[in-house]
């Protein structure tokens, strides 16, 4: 599988259909609207800062990956040709302790379609990516309050270990066993 091309059809806990694709160059409007459409709180858990609007040089990065280092899942619903974003995750690669590879990843979704599973569908593709690009842990820094988001973690089968450290929870995440 070339996670450049990933494309799946999926259905949420709801019974809604939805569609977890790799993320395209040509998605920066989509992306922007999906930005538009988080609340404020949820534009903090995420980029750990009140935001109101992506950058082009930000639209850039989020969209234009290489599937290597950097990989970049959406889910999408709607009909192919005016589909709307409503979730998304990325991991970004580098080599860590001792030449490990490890990956920070990263989970946006909708607000009013949280509670559906799609950050747990997106761990779980990512994580299956990763493993294929030669990475053998996730980190991830959570606020303490999202609750959601560590729930998420917890239930991976993943592993997660957790650190409190100056106001947020690192979280790392084995993605091979001799690395629990």
Not at 27 to 32: E, F, G, N, T, V
Not at 41 to 50: D, K, N, P
Not at 129 to 142: L, Q, S
Request: charged share 25%; proline share 3%.
């Amino acid at each position: 599988m070339n996670p450049a091309t990933y494309d799946e059809q999926v259905t949420l806990k709801s019974g809604l259909e939805a569609r977890i694709r790799a993320i395209r160059p040509d998605d920066k409007s989509r992306i922007l609207e999906a930005f538009n459409n988080l609340e404020p709180e949820s534009i903090y858990t995420r980029f750990f800062t009140a935001k109101k609007t992506l950058t082009e040089d930000e639209l850039r990065k989020l969209t234009e990956v290489d599937f290597q280092n950097n990989v970049a899942l959406v889910v999408t619903i709607g009909p192919t040709d005016s589909e709307t974003i409503i979730g998304a995750a990325r991991y970004a690669a580098y080599e860590g302790t001792q030449g490990r590879r490890s990956a920070e990843v990263a989970f946006t979704v909708e607000e009013d379609y949280q509670g559906q599973g799609i950050a747990s569908l997106l761990l779980h593709r990512l994580a299956s990516i990763a493993r294929r690009n030669g990475v053998i842990c996730f980190e991830a820094e959570v606020l303490a309050e999202n609750k959601a988001m560590l729930a998420v973690f917890k239930r991976s089968g993943l592993s997660p270990r957790q650190k409190f450290e100056d106001g947020t929870i690192h979280v790392a995440m084995p993605l091979t066993e001799s690395e629990s």
